[in-house]
């Protein structure tokens, strides 16, 4: 994984949510906001058990067809000074299974107390491998 500056890691880790962009079939983005963990290199994204229309989920359509993606951590504040944003670019692959990568389980249950309770074992995990990374924040 590219190295991340020390305020672009303290950003990642205090925000609680990121934006998850995949490439639909038309070519057309597809944004949504996901929650994450770190593990082993790699950044994991659960297809959890929060309502949802479906279970055939475009993010994991369009994974399989074109594994780039992008996931983007913002911090906004009314004071601009405080304004910042990590993007990481990289290729993403679909785990049939999210007991295929149990540290990542780990990793997502301590960030996330909701997971404790809920069944990502058999459900598939995104696991994405950071190629690049682009931030900024407010100078200071």
Not at 70 to 89: E, G
């Amino acid at each position: 994984m590219p190295t991340l500056e020390p305020w672009q890691s303290a950003l990642v880790d205090e925000l609680r949510v990121a934006r998850l962009a995949t490439i639909g079939p038309s070519g057309q983005p597809h944004l949504v906001p996901v929650c994450y963990a770190f593990s082993e290199g790699r950044i994991f994204i659960p297809v959890d058990e929060k309502p949802k229309s479906s279970t055939n989920l475009a993010r994991i359509r369009n994974i399989e067809s074109d594994p780039r993606v992008s996931l983007l951590f913002d911090h906004y504040d009314d004071d601009w000074t405080q304004l910042a944003w990590v993007r990481v670019d990289g290729e993403a692959e679909v785990l049939a299974r999210g007991d295929s990568a149990a540290l990542a389980l780990v990793a997502l249950r301590k960030r996330y107390r909701q997971y404790g309770a809920m069944d990502l074992e058999s459900a598939p995990l995104i696991a994405i491998v950071p190629a690049n990374v682009a931030a900024w924040r407010w100078p200071r």
